[in-house]
T-cell receptor, first 111, second 112 residues
Framework: KQEVTQIPAALSVPEGENLVLNCSFT??????LQWFRQDPGKGLTSLLL?????REQTSGRLNASLDKSSGRSTLYIAASQPGDSATYLC??????????FGTGTSLTVIP | DAGVIQSPRHEVTEMGQEVTLRCKPI?????LFWYRQTMMRGLELLIY????????DSGMPEDRFSAKMPNASFSTLKIQPSEPRDSAVYFC??????????FGEGSRLTVL
């Protein structure tokens, strides 16, 4: 069964710093990998989707990379802002159309 | 599109009562998922449908839980009878089958 791990579980950085969130998965047979953001009391908002044939996706200050062979993805956030404070989750979609989620990284950006 | 729509947003009920959560997926999406999120266990998949057919319900905790998808634009998750340990946020999500997953805002259930 696919297992998805996110490290660290929590991260606190000063405003303006660049940061990297990590996601690892055990089975490389995936359709895609997706990064989500969740604010307290809210649903999950999709940030970036990387298809299995792609290596990376960018949206504004966010850049996500995918290395299927090593079972890893990173989410890079440039010039962090207090508004980036949230929990970030990654999910991989397997060939059975199931999505497997990590437990998330709780990010706090200190003004 | 209005996104995935869930109702009610909040539900407070007493133990033993029936609870029904509702979901309207994004139009054109043929896969629908029900998740439960708690602090202790994170995000858990309860059941998912493809083209209105339940594909995997192995995450449904027990027989008190049931889910239906009578058509492509509506699904329900029912708990009968409810118990305090069912208190959680229940999310509905939909996708096109191979692609981006979109979540609703969730239904926060409290069972007293």
């Amino acid at each position: 069964k696919q297992e998805v791990t996110q490290i660290p579980a929590a991260l606190s950085v000063p405003e303006g710093e660049n940061l990297v969130l990590n996601c690892s998965f055990t089975d490389s047979a995936i359709y895609n990998l997706q990064w989500f953001r969740q604010d307290p009391g809210k649903g999950l908002t999709s940030l970036l989707l990387i298809q299995s044939s792609q290596r990376e996706q960018t949206s504004g200050r966010l850049n996500a990379s995918l290395d299927k062979s090593s079972g890893r993805s990173t989410l890079y956030i440039a010039a962090s802002q207090p508004g980036d404070s949230a929990t970030y989750l990654c999910a991989v979609e397997g060939f059975s159309n199931q999505f497997y989620f990590g437990t998330g990284t709780s990010l706090t950006v200190i003004p | 599109d209005a996104g995935v729509i869930q109702s009610p947003r909040h539900e407070v009920t007493e133990m033993g009562q029936e609870v029904t959560l509702r979901c309207k997926p994004i139009s054109g999406h043929n896969s629908l998922f029900w998740y439960r999120q708690t602090m202790m266990r994170g995000l858990e998949l309860l059941i998912y449908f493809n083209n209105n057919v339940p594909i995997d319900d192995s995450g449904m905790p027990e027989d008190r839980f049931s889910a239906k998808m009578p058509n492509a634009s509506f699904s329900t998750l029912k708990i009968q009878p409810s118990e305090p340990r069912d208190s959680a946020v229940y999310f509905c999500a939909s996708s096109t089958g191979v692609g981006e997953l979109f979540f609703g805002e969730g239904s926060r259930l409290t069972v007293l």
